[in-house]
């Protein structure tokens, strides 16, 4: 059974940093394509970046690029996102995801799999 699994996040100040962590079990790790995506309260779920596995190379939203990272971890199952210089407006329940495909992976309706969600909070 496929499963993502998440950790970190939490409450920060502007300016500050966060990392998040999700631990993969069940699926083939290193074909799938991961993504993040966040939802602040009222809003639609929007990418914030994602690993195309074809060519081994992150993708950011134009809002994070610059201040996120994603890497990952193929050995280990495990994918991360790196926040940096975080702001008020990055406050939201991010989500890590993975897909069978690679056809559209902005859309968060092209991922099978998602993690359970962790609230990350920048206060200004």
């Known amino acids: 059974q496929a499963q993502l699994t998440q950790s970190g996040g939490g409450l920060v100040q502007a300016g500050g940093s966060l990392r998040l962590s999700c631990a993969a079990s069940?699926?083939?790790?290193?074909?799938?394509?991961m993504g993040w995506f966040r939802q602040a309260p009222g809003e639609e779920r929007d990418v914030v970046g994602y690993?195309?596995?074809?060519?081994?190379?992150?993708v950011y939203g134009d809002s994070v690029k610059g201040r996120f990272a994603i890497s990952r971890d193929n050995r280990q199952n495990m994918f991360y996102l790196q926040m940096n210089n975080l702001k008020p407006e990055d406050t939201a329940v991010y989500y890590c995801?993975?897909?069978?495909?690679?056809?559209?992976?902005?859309?968060?309706?092209?991922?099978?799999?998602w993690g359970q969600g962790t609230q990350v909070t920048v206060s200004s």
């Open positions: 995801a993975a897909s069978r495909t690679t056809v559209l992976p902005k859309n968060p309706l092209q991922y099978e799999w």
């Open positions: 690993w195309r596995y074809v060519d081994e190379t992150p």
């Open positions: 069940g699926l083939t790790f290193n074909s799938r394509t």
